[in-house]
C-alpha cells in the first residue's frame, strides 16, 4: 500500500491486481475450509496476508488494515508488491516466484531488513513469517507480518550506549528484556522488562553469568553471534519454567569505539510460535476433523513406501467413502454432515494400530494407511477390522442417520509404487464398491482398468442405441400367491447391440446412472410400459397391473412427474395401473420434495411400491411417513428361507407390520415351490420370479403366462 495516483489506483483496478478474492478462485466444496481459516487469522494478534501465485493478496485480517493504514477492500485489490517500497519490487517479485515453484527449497521463517509502505507512504520496518498453505489444490502463502519499530528503536538507542553510560530511565522504558555483560559474559545490569520476564531481581542477576538465563548455556557465544540477527532460544525463568524468545546480542563500545561488553535484547515470541504453529497445522490438518490432510498423506505414503521397499513389507491404502452422503447434507443440514464425519473419524482412529495413518482428503473421503505388514492377509485383517467398526447409523439430534462407506484397497508393490499411484487404484476399486451396491469393499485388480475404458465404450455406445431405439422391454409375470393368477407384470430393458450383441442389464444399467443416460432410459421405458399395458389389459381381458422401476435420478428430476402423466395419457392407461417401484434410498431423503412427488403421484392415482425392501436400513416405521401401496422383499431374503432361520424371521416380521399398515408385500425371486408354500402361508400377497416365467418380449408374452391367467400353476 502507497500513496498512488487517480491514473494508477485505476490500473489497480483494471489489471494490475491480477488474483481475485478468496472465494472466487477456490474450488467447488472448499468454503467451509476457507471459512474456518477467516475465522483463525482474525483471532490472530499479527497482521495477517494471504496471496495466491500470482502475487494477489485474497486474504488479510483486521490488523493487516491497522498495520497497513488501509482497509480491507482495498487491500483484496492490491497485489502484495504493492506492500513494499518501489526500490524493493522486483526483487520481492523474484523471491515470491521461486517461493510459489519450491517453497520445500527456503526454510519457512522471518525475514529480515524488510519494509512495508502504509498508505500514507511512511515505511515501516518489517518482519514476516512465510507459510505455504494449499486449499482444495490451490497454493498461497500465508505471510505472519510484525511492525518491529519499537523494537528497533530500543536496539539503536542501546548501541549508542557505553557500559559506562547505562541510563537507568532509558533502561527502564524498554519494553524488551535488556540484560548488559562483560566481555565475560557476567551480567552488570538488567532492566524491569527482564525482572517482569524471568521474575528474578536484578540484584540476582547481577554479578552472574549470563548462561544462567538461557534454558541451555548460550552465554558464551555471546560474542559470535553479536551482528545484530535474531535467533531463536528458551530463557529460563525463576520458577524453572521456560519462555521463547527471539534474542539480539549487540557489542556494546566505549569512546574509542572499543567492545566492552554486550547487550542480550529478548522480547517474548510465544505469541509469535502459536500463530506459526497454528497455520503449520492448518496447512497439514484437516479443519473439520483435526485428522491429516492430503499433504501430509502424501508424506507419509512416500515414508511408508520406502520403509517398505527397504524391509520387503505391504503398504495398504483403504479409500472410504461414506454413501449417500450428500443426502444427509441436503436434507438434513450440512451440521448433522459434519457430526456423521466426526464420528466416523474418531471410529476410524479408534479401530486403527500405532503406526498407520487416517486422513480426510475432503468432502466425505477418509484414507488409512497401514504400514509394516508382511502378507495379504495381515491387510485383510485390518480391513475387515475397520468395515466392522463403521457405524450402521449415527444418532445425530435426537435422528438415525445411515452411515455406511464404499471401500477400495490398493496394496504397495502389487498396485502402485507411488502416493499418486496409489491413490488413483484405490479409487477405482471404490467405485467398484459403489457400483456392486455400496456399503462394501473392493480389492484393487488390474481388469478393473480395462473395465473402466470398457464402461466408456459402452457409455458412447448405450447413448447411440437410445437414439436408435435399440433398447427393448421386456415383461416378467407377478401372481396372485392366494389364488396363483395373473395380476401384472414388471417391465424390464433389454439391449441387444447390433454391434455388441446382448448386453445384461447388470452391465448396462450401472454405465446409464453414472453418466446421466438413466433418465433417458427410464423414460422410454416408462412410455413403452404403457402403450404395451393397454394392449395387455386387452388381449387378456382383466385389469392387469404393470410396475415400471424408477431410478432415483429420474425421481429427482423436476420435470418427471409431467413426464409420468404425459406417459398415461398418451397411452391411455388407467394411473391404478401403474405401480412405480422406488428405492429405499430415495425416501431416505426425507425432505419436502420427496413428500410433494409422492403426493402427486398419489393424485394422479398411481400406485408407489418400494422395491427390495430390507437390503438398506429402513424400518417400517419410517416408511409410515410416505404414501406406499406396497413393500417388495429383497430377493436375498427368498433365496435363504429354506437355510436361515433370521432371513425367514425377517421375512415374517416385514409380512406382519406391513400388514398391519395397510400395505400389500410382494416376494421377489421365487424359485421353488417350498418358497411359495412358506409365503402362503404366512399371508404374503403376491410374488415374481423364476418359476412364474422370466422376462419375455411383448410377442411372446402370451404364450408365457396362459398357464398363470386361469392361476393353475402352484396352486
Not at 462407506?405 to 504397495?412: F, L, P, R, T
Not at 422376462?695 to 396362459?706: F, M, N, Q, S, T
Amino acid at each position: 500500500m502507497r500513496v498512488t495516483s487517480d491514473g494508477e489506483r485505476r490500473r489497480t483496478r483494471e489489471g494490475v491486481r491480477s488474483g481475485p478474492p478468496l472465494d472466487e478462485i477456490l474450488p467447488a466444496g472448499t468454503s467451509e475450509e476457507a471459512e474456518r481459516l477467516r475465522l483463525i487469522l482474525e483471532a490472530t494478534p499479527n497482521a495477517m496476508v494471504m496471496v495466491d501465485r500470482t502475487g494477489g493478496i485474497v486474504l488479510v485480517n483486521a490488523q493487516a488494515e491497522v498495520l497497513f493504514g488501509t482497509g480491507r477492500a482495498d487491500l483484496l485489490r492490491m497485489n502484495v508488491e504493492d506492500l513494499v517500497p518501489r526500490r524493493s519490487r522486483d526483487a520481492h517479485h523474484d523471491y515470491r516466484r521461486r517461493y510459489f515453484a519450491d517453497p520445500s527449497a527456503r526454510p519457512m521463517g522471518i525475514g529480515r531488513d524488510l519494509y512495508g509502505v502504509r498508505s500514507d507512504g511512511v515505511e515501516v520496518p518489517i518482519e514476516i513469517g512465510l507459510n505455504p498453505i494449499t486449499i482444495g489444490e490451490e497454493p498461497f502463502v500465508l505471510a505472519s507480518v510484525i511492525d518491529i519499530s519499537e523494537r528497533l528503536a530500543t536496539q539503536t538507542a542501546l548501541e549508542t550506549l557505553s557500559r559506562d553510560s547505562l541510563r537507568r530511565s532509558i533502561l527502564a522504558s524498554m519494553p524488551c528484556s535488556v540484560v548488559a555483560t562483560d566481555l565475560d559474559g557476567l551480567i552488570v545490569a538488567a532492566n524491569p522488562a527482564t525482572e517482569r520476564l524471568l521474575g528474578y531481581l536484578e540484584t540476582e542477576l547481577v554479578g552472574q553469568p549470563v548462561g544462567c538465563i538461557y534454558a541451555v548455556d548460550h552465554g558464551r557465544s555471546l560474542r559470535l553471534h553479536a551482528s545484530g540477527d535474531e535467533r531463536e532460544l528458551e530463557y529460563r525463568r525463576r520458577d524453572g519454567s521456560t519462555v521463547a524468545v527471539g534474542e539480539v546480542i549487540s557489542p556494546v563500545t566505549d569512546e574509542d569505539g572499543e567492545v566492552t561488553g554486550y547487550l542480550a535484547i529478548g522480547f517474548d515470541i510465544t505469541k509469535r510460535l502459536e500463530v506459526q504453529a497454528e497455520v503449520t497445522y492448518l496447512a497439514n490438518h484437516d479443519a473439520l476433523t483435526g485428522l491429516p490432510n492430503r499433504t501430509t498423506l502424501t508424506k507419509h505414503l512416500v515414508d511408508a513406501i520406502h520403509q517398505a521397499e527397504r524391509l520387503g513389507e505391504r503398504v495398504a491404502l483403504l479409500l472410504l467413502d461414506v454413501d449417500h452422503f450428500k443426502r444427509v447434507n441436503d436434507s438434513l443440514g450440512h451440521h448433522v454432515g459434519d457430526r456423521l464425519l466426526l464420528e466416523l473419524a474418531e471410529r476410524l482412529v479408534e479401530t486403527t494400530g500405532e503406526g498407520d495413518l487416517v486422513a480426510r482428503l475432503g468432502g466425505d473421503e477418509f484414507v488409512v494407511v497401514f504400514s509394516g505388514l508382511s502378507e495379504l492377509e495381515d491387510v485383510r485383517a485390518r480391513v475387515d477390522r475397520i468395515a466392522a467398526a463403521l457405524p450402521g447409523a449415527v444418532t445425530v439430534d435426537n435422528r438415525e442417520v445411515l452411515a455406511t462407506a464404499s471401500m477400495g484397497c490398493a496394496v504397495y508393490p502389487d498396485h502402485g509404487s507411488s502416493p499418486a499411484h496409489m491413490l488413483k487404484n484405490a479409487d477405482i476399486a471404490m467405485y467398484r464398491a459403489k457400483a456392486a451396491g455400496r456399503n462394501n469393499v473392493r480389492w484393487f485388480n488390474p481388469s478393473m482398468i480395462a473395465d473402466g475404458n470398457d464402461k466408456l465404450v459402452l457409455s458412447s455406445a448405450l447413448q447411440q442405441a437410445l437414439d436408435r431405439g435399440e433398447l427393448t422391454v421386456a415383461y416378467q409375470p407377478q401372481v396372485d400367491l392366494g389364488t396363483g393368477r395373473l395380476i401384472g407384470f414388471e417391465a424390464l430393458s433389454r439391449w441387444d447391440s447390433p454391434t455388441l450383441g446382448i448386453v445384461p442389464p447388470d452391465r448396462f444399467i450401472p454405465v446409464a446412472e453414472d453418466s446421466g443416460l438413466i433418465a433417458q432410459l427410464g423414460e422410454q421405458v416408462l412410455r413403452q410400459a404403457c402403450k404395451d399395458a393397454v394392449v395387455l389389459r386387452e388381449e387378456f381381458g382383466i385389469p392387469l397391473r404393470i410396475a415400471v422401476n424408477v431410478s432415483p435420478r429420474q425421481f429427482s428430476r423436476s420435470t418427471w412427474l409431467s413426464e409420468v402423466e404425459s406417459a398415461l395419457t398418451d397411452a391411455g392407461l388407467d394411473p391404478a395401473a401403474l405401480e412405480l417401484e422406488i428405492t429405499e434410498g430415495v425416501l431416505m431423503d426425507d425432505d419436502h420434495d420427496v413428500h410433494a412427488v409422492l403426493d402427486g403421484l398419489k393424485a394422479i392415482g398411481a400406485r408407489i411400491v418400494v422395491d427390495d425392501f430390507g437390503q438398506g436400513y429402513s424400518s417400517l416405521a419410517y416408511l409410515t411417513r410416505f404414501p406406499v401401496d406396497k413393500l417388495k422383499i429383497d430377493r436375498e431374503f427368498v433365496r435363504r428361507i429354506a437355510t436361515t432361520d433370521a432371513d425367514a424371521a425377517v421375512i415374517d416380521a416385514i409380512l406382519a407390520m406391513s400388514h398391519a399398515l395397510g400395505m400389500t408385500v410382494a416376494a421377489e425371486g421365487v424359485e421353488t415351490p417350498e418358497q411359495v408354500l412358506y409365503l402362503r402361508e404366512r399371508g404374503c400377497d403376491e410374488a415374481q420370479g423364476f418359476l412364474y416365467g422370466e422376462g419375455v418380449p411383448l410377442v411372446r408374452v402370451h404364450d408365457a403366462v396362459a398357464a398363470l391367467v386361469n392361476g393353475r400353476t402352484n396352486r
